[in-house]
């Protein structure tokens, strides 16, 4: 059964609303080893807001973390990015609503392009370039109590910086609570 993904960003961009089929479970598991509540950061001193990939491949981590919540995460610094990895286990089957609000530049990936192959263009929420704090929306279909590979990317150039990760489950709520929902891999530090 193939699922809808659907991607968008405000209106200011244009990047416009884009879809595509893929595979149903779109690799997720339905365990992980190792597991522990969260998701796992990397901070580096380089702004990557207008090319993840950049930001994948710069390893001088200067800070790490785990949150369960980005309700508007800041550093309180500029020239900066952050990229968080683990797993988003839904309770609820059915369409999930995202939205990015950053200041500067955020991405969303679940599913396998969170491994590999990410782009800006195959984001589930495309946030990209320099700019004041502005939303940005994506969808995708996920199934219950699967854990699906996920991977954030928030960078700040200069000037103001914060960035809210929420969703909404069906039939909910927006949030930005993911007790229960962030999950990482302790042994490797994300997948």
């Known amino acids: 059964m193939p699922l809808l993904e659907s991607r968008g960003s405000s209106s200011a961009f244009g990047y416009g ?20 509540s969260g998701l796992y950061g990397r901070r580096v001193n380089a702004d990557y807001s207008s090319d993840p990939s ?24 500029d020239g900066y990015s952050w990229k968080w990895f683990g797993y988003f286990r839904p309770s609820v089957t059915g369409i999930y609503n995202f939205r990015t609000t950053s200041d500067d530049g955020s991405f969303l990936w679940l599913g396998t392009k969170a491994k590999t192959g990410f782009t800006m263009d195959n984001a589930v929420v495309d946030n ?6 502005l939303p940005a929306y994506g969808s ?34 927006e949030t930005t609570n993911g007790s229960g929902i962030f ?7 994300g997948f």
């Open 54 to 77: 950049g930001l994948d491949g710069n390893n001088s981590i200067v800070s790490t973390n785990t949150v369960t919540s980005l309700d508007s995460f800041t550093s309180s610094a």
């Open 140 to 173: 995708k279909l996920l199934y219950a109590n699967y854990y699906y590979p996920c991977r954030v990317h928030f960078s700040e150039g200069g000037g103001g910086d914060i960035m809210t990760l929420a969703w909404t489950p069906p039939g909910g709520s």
């Open 183 to 189: 999950f990482y891999n302790t042994a490797t530090g």
């Open 17 to 36: 609303l884009n879809s595509s089929l893929t595979d149903p479970f779109d690799g997720a598991t339905s365990s992980i080893s190792n597991a522990a």
């Open 128 to 133: 990209r370039g320099g700019h004041g704090p």
